[in-house]
């Protein structure tokens, strides 16, 4: 059963407009949420976070929105610009006390940015 | 700061052959993580160790599948004996402390292709 989905394969955005991705989850006792950014031949790289406490968070030109009542969150990029061109992850984790914070990773989403 | 290193970057086997992966985390990362992914999902988590012991190791197929950090440092993963399925790249990860918080970083993997 996948806990974390990320339902669009693909998706191709025009260099300057807004790129956004989207992915859904089905355990509440998630504590973060995580986007992943991944080039060919290269381990998948931290982007930005956030706090299941939250629904905000802003870095940059990437802002995250978490809405936990429809258990949806999405990555904005605005403006799109050519070395957005990845495969972006949505991750989650629950912190326990054990210590175990091991990610459950969506199946990611091919973004293209198009000049 | 160096980066997480992984060898080998490939390796093909035969099924039934064994193979072994390393990875050496970033220097004073207490938490190591390795983690399976198959062609077209997204990475599965397989082993948490805290220092040397482990924290999490709740989906590694334990008949084929071992793991060790004798010295809290690098790691060793290895697989005997490799089956079709087990084709994947191989992602070691580490972050300072594995307190959830912590950023999670991946090294560039290693391809395994079992024929």
């Known amino acids: 059963d996948q806990q974390v989905k990320q339902n669009s394969p693909s998706l191709s955005v025009q260099e300057g407009r807004i790129s956004i991705l989207n992915c859904d989850y089905t355990?509440?006792?998630?504590?973060?949420f995580l986007w992943y950014k991944k080039y060919p031949a290269e381990g998948p790289t931290f982007l930005i976070s956030?706090?299941?406490?939250?629904d905000k968070n802003e870095d940059g030109r990437f802002t995250v929105f978490l809405n936990k009542s429809a258990k949806h969150l999405s990555l904005h990029i605005v403006p799109s610009q050519p070395g957005d061109s990845a495969v972006y992850f949505c991750?989650?984790?629950?912190?326990?006390?054990?210590?175990?914070?091991?990610?459950?990773f969506g199946k990611g989403t091919h973004l293209i940015i198009q000049p | 700061e160096a980066g997480v290193a992984q060898s080998p970057r490939y390796k093909i086997i035969e099924k039934r052959q064994s193979v072994a992966f390393w990875c050496n985390p970033i220097?004073?990362?207490?938490?190591l993580y390795w983690y399976q992914q198959i062609l077209g999902q997204g990475p599965k988590l397989l082993i948490q160790?805290?220092?040397?012991?482990?924290?999490?190791d709740s989906q590694l197929p334990k008949d084929r599948f071992s793991a060790e950090r004798l010295k809290g440092v690098d790691s060793t993963l290895k697989i005997q004996p490799a089956k079709l399925e087990d084709s994947a790249v191989y992602l070691c990860?580490?972050?300072?402390?594995?307190?959830?918080?912590?950023?999670?970083?991946f090294g560039p993997g290693t391809r395994l292709t079992v024929l």
């Open positions: 990860a580490s972050s300072l402390m594995g307190q959830g918080t912590d950023t999670q970083y």
């Open positions: 355990n509440s006792m998630f504590d973060y």
């Open positions: 956030i706090s299941s406490i939250k």
């Open positions: 991750a989650s984790l629950t912190v326990s006390g054990g210590g175990a914070d091991g990610l459950t």
């Open positions: 220097s004073g990362h207490a938490t």
């Open positions: 160790f805290q220092n040397n012991g482990v924290v999490d």
